[in-house]
C-alpha cells in the first residue's frame, strides 16, 4: 500500500453536470466511470464536490452513496454563482496540499480555465494533477496545464446517448391547394468517433523512445514511455487507437517492428527498444540503392528531393517511424553505418550523397 499513490478528488460539480446535459443528450452526470477511472491508478483518500445542491438535489444521493463530501456553496442573491464554488475549492486543494503531504495526486473534476493557476500551483508543490472534464465544454487551456486530462465522455462506462437528426419543417406555399403530406427526414445514424490514426502512433513512440534513449542512455521501461507520452500529450490515451490497455499497444507495435519488447526490472513493465536491425538495415539498403540509381557521370546525388525518390520505391517509407527527427538525421546515420557518403557542398548548398566503392 506504500506504494500507491494517494488520490484527492474535488469536484466542480456544476460545470461537470451542465457539461453532461448540454454536450452529452441531456444525460445525467454519473460518478462512477470517474471512480472506476482512479482506482487504476490509486487509492482515492479524499472525495468532496462543491455546488449549491438545491439545484442537484437528485444528484446529492449518488454523491453520497460513493462517500462524497458535499461541499454546500450557498448562492444569495446578488453573488457570483460561478466565483464562491471554485474559490473555496481552489483554497481547500491548496490547504489539503500543505496539510497531507502522503497524497500525491490531485484530480480535478472541471472544464473551466480558471482552475488552471490552481494546477500550475499543485504541480509546483510537487503533486501530480489529473484533470477530468466534459470534452465540449473543456477550456483549451486546461488539459495541457496538467499531467493527465481524462475526458469524461471517453471513459469506460460512459453511454453517450446518439445525437438526433434535426427535421427542417418546409415553408408552407400560399395556396389553397391541400398540402402534400410533410416527408420525415430519415433518422442518421449516430456519428462515432474514428478511430485515430496508428501510424500516427507508431511514428510518436518511435520518436519519443528514441528521444529517452538519447537522453538518459539508458533502459526505457513501458511505464517511462507511457509517463513520456502523457508529458507531451495530457489527452494521450491508448484506447483512441483501439487498444484496451497500453501494453496491448505496445505488443501491437512490436509486432510491426516499430519497438522491440524485452524483460524489464519488474514484472509487467517490459523493457522498449528501437530495433537495431531488420527495418533500419533494409532502410539503409534503400537509400545506397536509389543513390546508386540516380546517380550521374559525378556520382553524386542532392539530398533534396531524394525522399520523394525513396518514396516512389517504397511509399511506406517514413523515417519517422525509425526514430529518426528529420530526413537528415536518418541519412546522417545511414552514412554512418556506411550505406553511403554524405558531405555538405557549398556549390551545391545542399549536402550530397555518394555510394561508397568497395
Known amino acids: 500500500m506504500d506504494q500507491e499513490d494517494r488520490i484527492a478528488l474535488f469536484l466542480d460539480y456544476e460545470n461537470l453536470a451542465l ?3 448540454e454536450h452529452l443528450g441531456g444525460m445525467a452526470f454519473d460518478l462512477r466511470p470517474i471512480a472506476d477511472a482512479l482506482a487504476e491508478r490509486g487509492r482515492v483518500v479524499v472525495r468532496r464536490a462543491y455546488a ?3 439545484y442537484f438535489d437528485e444528484d446529492r444521493r449518488m454523491l453520497t452513496r460513493s462517500h462524497v463530501e458535499l461541499i454546500e456553496m450557498p448562492q444569495r442573491m446578488g453573488a457570483s454563482r460561478k466565483n464562491a464554488a471554485d474559490i473555496k475549492m481552489a483554497v ?8 497531507r503531504a502522503y497524497v500525491s495526486t490531485f484530480v480535478i473534476c472541471t472544464g473551466d480555465s480558471d482552475f488552471t493557476p490552481l494546477v500550475h500551483k499543485l504541480r509546483e508543490l510537487n503533486k501530480r494533477v489529473i484533470g477530468v472534464g466534459v470534452e465540449k465544454s473543456t477550456s483549451a487551456l486546461l488539459p495541457p496545464a496538467c499531467d493527465e486530462f481524462l475526458y469524461y465522455d471517453r471513459l469506460e462506462g460512459v453511454d453517450v446517448p446518439p445525437a438526433r437528426a434535426k427535421r427542417n419543417r418546409p415553408a408552407r406555399l400560399p395556396s389553397p391547394e391541400p398540402q402534400p403530406a410533410e416527408q420525415e427526414s430519415e433518422p442518421q445514424p449516430a456519428v462515432e468517433e474514428p478511430v485515430r490514426d496508428v501510424d500516427t502512433l507508431s511514428v510518436l513512440v518511435a520518436q519519443t523512445v528514441a528521444g529517452l534513449q538519447g537522453s538518459s542512455g539508458g533502459e526505457v521501461t513501458a511505464s517511462t514511455l507511457k509517463r513520456t507520452l502523457l508529458r507531451k500529450d495530457p489527452t494521450f490515451s491508448e484506447s483512441d487507437y483501439g487498444f484496451r490497455t497500453f501494453g496491448e499497444l505496445l505488443r501491437h507495435l512490436a509486432a510491426h517492428t516499430v519497438i522491440e519488447l524485452a524483460e524489464g526490472p519488474a514484472k509487467g513493465d517490459p523493457e522498449v527498444s528501437l530495433p537495431e536491425h531488420g527495418d533500419r538495415e533494409v532502410a539503409f ?3 545506397r ?3 546508386q540509381d540516380l546517380a550521374g557521370d559525378d556520382g553524386e546525388v542532392a539530398l533534396s528531393g531524394l525522399k520523394n525518390q525513396l518514396r516512389r520505391v517504397r511509399p511506406d517509407f ?5 526514430g529518426y527527427r528529420s530526413f ?3 541519412c546522417k546515420a545511414a552514412a554512418t553505418s556506411g550505406a553511403v557518403h554524405l558531405e555538405w557542398s557549398s556549390e551545391a548548398d545542399d549536402y550530397l550523397l555518394t555510394t561508397p566503392t568497395t
Open 285 to 287: 539498403a534503400l537509400v
Open 19 to 21: 457539461g453532461a446535459r
Open 328 to 330: 537528415l538525421q536518418f
Open 289 to 291: 540503392s536509389v543513390v
Open 52 to 54: 449549491d445542491w438545491s
Open 318 to 322: 517514413s523515417e519517422k517511424k525509425l
Open 92 to 99: 481547500d486543494a491548496v490547504e489539503l496540499a500543505f496539510e
